[in-house]
């Protein structure tokens, strides 16, 4: 468990880190305060710390190693399990689900990061918990216990979520100028790309933070019931993800008339192409029925009847023209 860090965050607000050796004797020290075990790649002996040394349910210990696609709570006891996700956009339009687990209690919390994928670096992967353990050295983060540490953590992911929210929203915007300019009239399987590409992303993030929503409701209602003094935490970081998925969505809202008018110009353009296309096709009709009758039928003689080919040429080209005009009277052209 390289790179495990453990801090003790007494009564009067002094933060110590100590080595994961000491956390039997930290736990059994009243005195020593509330601890925070923060794990940056957890292996199987981390899932043997929690449940022997921590108590935490097999279960919730099992969930927190494991790949979790959705957002996740349990509660064990007085243990809460919490499975958040933040987004982190890749190449070629991919978003990477970054994972943070969280084992609350009443003398701990325990934060494990990942399963990370390879092409994602370990610093992404801890921004948030990297942010939160510098300011609580430095004293400018003193939470009163292990759940007020929690919120400035998924605080932190919001935050990070309202602003890539925000980073797409300017693209939006940038992809609607050029829509109104008619910019990407020439490419529009590469624009379709480009917004398609956008709107996956926040389709993401609405659905972390729907899913945040939910579980954090459910975990405010288990506070409450349960008489907890921290339920006011748990509330506001309720409100906070579902203002994030109203948000989202409604950048989603725009972001779809957008593409709707990009698309429906672009269908019509082809519609009118293909009623051109047709008036084409009826126009020069008459001249392949003729011509093909009169070359079947016609041309079978020792020497050209000029009156006759005039006369067929001529009844071409006056049905093609008489045809033409029909057209334009019905607005085809």
Request: glycine share 6%.
């Amino acid at each position: 468990m390289a790179d495990t860090s453990v801090r003790t965050v007494a009564a009067d607000g002094t933060v110590a880190r100590h080595a994961v050796d000491d956390l039997a004797a930290l736990l059994a020290d009243p005195g020593a305060g509330w601890l925070w075990l923060d794990v940056p790649e957890p292996d199987a002996s981390t899932a043997t710390l929690l449940v022997d040394v921590l108590g935490v349910h097999p279960a919730a210990a099992a969930d927190g190693l494991a790949r979790n696609h959705v957002a996740r709570l349990h509660h064990y006891a007085d243990v809460l399990y919490l499975a958040l996700h933040r987004p982190c956009p890749g190449e070629r339009g991919h978003v990477h689900y970054l994972e943070l687990d969280l084992y609350v209690a009443p003398r701990f919390l325990v934060t494990l990061h990942g399963p990370r994928n390879p092409s994602v670096s370990l610093d992404e992967l801890l921004r948030e918990t990297v942010d939160v353990a510098a300011r609580l050295d430095a004293g400018r983060l003193r939470p009163a216990g292990p759940t007020a540490l929690a919120y400035s953590l998924v605080s932190a992911l919001t935050n990070a979520q309202e602003r890539i929210v925000n980073e797409f929203a300017q693209q939006v915007g940038l992809l609607e100028q050029r829509v109104m300019a008619q910019a990407d009239d020439d490419r529009p399987q590469d624009f379709l790309d480009e917004l398609f590409t956008v709107r996956h992303t926040l389709l993401t993030v609405r659905t972390m933070a729907s899913q945040g929503s939910e579980v954090l409701g459910r975990a405010a209602a288990l506070s409450t019931r349960a008489g907890g003094a921290d339920a006011a935490l748990l509330e506001d970081l309720h409100d906070q993800y579902h203002r994030l998925a109203r948000i989202t969505h409604s950048q989603l809202e725009f972001l779809g008339g957008v593409t709707d008018f990009y698309r429906a110009r672009t269908d019509t353009r082809m519609l009118i192409a293909a009623e051109r296309l047709a008036v084409i096709a009826a126009v020069t009709l008459p001249v392949a029925a003729v011509s093909g009758i009169f070359g079947m039928n016609l041309i079978v003689n020792d020497a050209t009847r000029w009156w006759e080919l005039a006369i067929v040429v001529a009844a071409m080209l006056g049905t093609s023209l008489w045809l033409l005009r029909w057209a334009r009277r019905q607005g085809w052209w």
